[in-house]
């Protein structure tokens, strides 16, 4: 029969909570390999919770080669406002001129500091990279006296 609720009233389909793990303890062996599994479980989740890594995301800032003593300032990149996979953003030169190339970083893209700088030698390509601390960075190539005929900026966040 059907109670008010829609349940069977008859308690031979109930389970039998009382006697439910009533039945041997466990060996060693179960023990250890219950122990095992749970701990796998437990660090399982942990490494699948830690945020994945983003590798490398490049601009091409310039190609364009740079008359003598000229500046090309490259495109503001945005960090975004939280946390991110970013961990370093960087900036690789090469050019066939000396000259200088740096980093730029700002809070608001308004008012940017200076955070890294390295001398550009003639046709040697240069990484300059600086750890993610604010939202907001470019790169900044000063050429020499000489006008380029090879130029080429590349910027990047990485997380490595």
Sequence with gaps: MYGLFGRREDRDYDYDWDHAFDSEPLSWPQRLGLVLFLLFVAFAFVWSSE?????????????????????????????????TNWTFFGCQFNADQSGTGSIENSTDAVTWLGAATVAIVANV??????????????????????????NRLVSSWNDY
């Design 125 to 150: 390509g240069v990484d300059l990279n600086v750890r993610a601390r604010t939202r907001y960075y470019r790169c900044k190539e000063v050429n020499g006296a000489t006008p380029q005929t090879v």
């Design 51 to 83: 945020p994945a890594k983003a590798g490398v995301l490049w601009f091409t800032d310039t190609a364009t080669p740079l008359t003598g003593a000229a500046t090309f300032t490259g495109a503001t990149r945005d960090l975004g406002p939280g946390a």
